[in-house]
């Protein structure tokens, strides 16, 4: 009998699968070595032990510091959009706006963020307030370019079938070309998403905050490996977690547009 699953299905499981088996591969023989003491597990804990202090980190109080994290990552991207997608729709539309805006965009991102938390702290004091300013500038960008390149790649052919129905200004952005371009917007946010949990980690480090950042420095300073690698896989997971749900969005509204 023949094969007749698609081939884009088999492709799909081998992409899932691949990168799957290679990362349980890794902690297998990263485990057999930590037991084996062929590594220092002051240096390099045993993935049981980092996996065993994470369970005991979300069921015990220290999964109050999680929220906060959360919190200042959310209000930085939504933040950032209600910035970046109104000027990305400017830099899109007008000529004039793109060479106004764009050299200043680019310099923007030269600046890193450990050297912009303090000064944000000077101008706004601790607390929350820069932490979602830090997470905002480190999202902004992504969003930005994921909104211009949406709204340039629109089928001309489209927006003018739209003009000849009578479609124009905000008509026009709000019915064709914002959802045409939804999904490189929502690739933009993709990226952007889990820059902001990065952003809330550094600002909580440099303003005290109240979340992981706070977390990782208190472990940090205590020498605790095994803490440290616990609040980094958290971290990751909650970036993998982010970045698939939006992707998976993303795919859906493409296949919704496609039929």
């Known amino acids: 009998m023949s094969d007749h699953r698609p081939h884009g299905v088999t492709r799909g499981a081998v992409g899932v699968l691949a990168p799957l088996g290679l990362g349980v591969l890794v902690l297998l023989a990263w485990e057999a070595a930590a037991r084996a003491g062929l590594v220092d597990p002051f240096f390099l804990p045993a993935p049981a032990d980092i996996l065993a202090r994470l369970r005991d980190d979300l069921v015990g109080t220290n999964r109050e510091f999680l929220w906060p994290t959360l919190a200042a990552a959310g209000w930085g991207t939504l933040l950032a959009a209600a910035v970046a997608i ?14 106004l805006l764009e050299p200043y965009v680019a310099a923007s991102q030269a600046l890193p963020a450990v050297a912009v938390a303090p000064l944000l702290v000077l101008w706004l004091g601790y607390g929350l307030l820069p932490v979602v300013v830090l997470c905002a500038l480190m999202v902004f960008f992504p969003i930005l370019l994921g909104t211009v390149l949406g ?3 629109v089928d001309p052919d489209v927006v003018e079938a739209a003009r000849l129905d009578g479609a124009s200004g905000p008509s026009l952005l709000g019915r064709i070309l914002l959802p045409l371009a939804l999904p490189s917007l929502l690739t933009g946010l993709r990226n952007g998403v889990t820059l902001s949990l990065t952003g ?16 990782l420095s208190g472990r940090a300073a205590a020498a605790d490996t ?7 896989t958290l971290l990751c997971a909650l970036a993998a977690l982010l970045f698939a749900l939006i992707g998976a969005l993303s795919t859906h509204l493409r296949h919704r547009q496609d039929t």
Request: hydrophobic share 50%; net charge positive; glycine share 18%.
């Open 151 to 153: 709204l340039t790649e």
């Open 86 to 99: 109104p000027l990305g729709i400017a830099i899109a539309s007008s000529r004039i706006a793109r060479r």
């Open 226 to 232: 095994t803490g440290l690698f616990a609040v980094l």
């Open 200 to 215: 809330a980690i550094v600002g909580e480090i440099v303003t005290g905050g109240r979340g992981l950042g706070l977390l």
